[in-house]
């Protein structure tokens, strides 16, 4: 099977059962909360800290160009966003069921300036520069062609413009490097070859400037600027 329909099949499934995995997003449900502390190692505290890193990139009354890829199911983004309803908000995610989730969201939190599109990262249909802030959360370990989505988040980005999100990095916790290995890749979830803190680093300084990199435990959130 090809890994883009690998990762879509999985992905699906994970959209029919969106609200336990939301759960585990957000550190809200006990099931969410015993696989964080099992396999992340991560607490309440934790958990937030990294996704607030990466939220903490998106300046404060943003009225600008976004585009969020993967959204998901929303879950950890799209309450944010009520905080800037004089942005233009692009949510891009390859799965459709992912999206139909995070289309529910959006009109219960009553969000009007948020597109939700379908899309690959690999090949993103929009031009050079035309966003100020690309976001992308727990995404990068899940893509299928790691190459084409760097490439790709930093064309589509303005120079100086703000490239932030989370991921998971290899080498931190064994833990979580042994689920990784054996149910997320084994299931479709997340695909090889994974980045380290440090090889992370030195990608980002490749097309960024004022890297500002967070690790907790086995994830990692950054905040910089393409150059
Ligand atoms: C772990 S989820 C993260 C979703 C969300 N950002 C969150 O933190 O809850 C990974 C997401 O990546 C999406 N995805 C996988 N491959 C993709 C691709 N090539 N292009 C766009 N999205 C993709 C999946 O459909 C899934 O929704």
């Known amino acids: 099977m090809q890994r883009k329909d690998k990762i879509g099949k999985a992905y699906q499934t994970v959209g029919d059962t969106a609200e336990a995995y939301d759960g585990m997003m957000t550190y809200s449900s006990w099931l969410g909360k015993l696989i964080c502390r099992l396999i992340w190692n991560l607490d309440e505290e934790k958990s937030r800290r990294y996704v607030n890193t990466a939220f903490s990139g998106i300046p404060k009354g943003f009225r600008g160009r976004l585009l969020e890829i993967p959204v998901g199911t929303g879950c950890l983004s799209l309450p ?3 905080g800037f309803p004089e942005a233009e908000i692009v949510c891009m995610d390859y799965v459709e069921k992912m999206l ?3 289309r529910k969201r959006a ?3 009553d969000l009007r300036n948020v597109e939700f599109r379908q899309g690959d990262v690999g090949k993103l249909p929009f031009d050079d520069g035309s966003f100020d802030v690309v976001l992308t959360v727990n995404g990068l370990h899940a893509f299928p062609d790691k190459e084409a989505a760097f490439r790709e988040l930093n ?3 303005k120079p100086g413009g703000i490239f932030c999100g989370t991921c998971y990095v290899a080498g931190e ?3 979580t490097d ?3 290995r054996h149910v997320f890749v084994r299931g479709g979830f997340f695909t090889p070859p994974f980045d380290t803190a440090k090889s992370l680093r030195a990608r980002l300084e490749g097309f960024c400037r004022d890297v500002s990199i967070v690790s907790v435990e086995a994830e990692t959130a950054f905040v910089c600027r393409k150059k």
Do not use: G, K, T
């Open 100 to 102: 139909e989730a995070a």
């Open 107 to 109: 009109a219960s939190l």
């Open 178 to 180: 042994f689920f990784v």
């Open 80 to 82: 944010v966003y009520q």
């Open 173 to 175: 916790q064994a833990r």
């Open 155 to 157: 064309r589509v980005l």
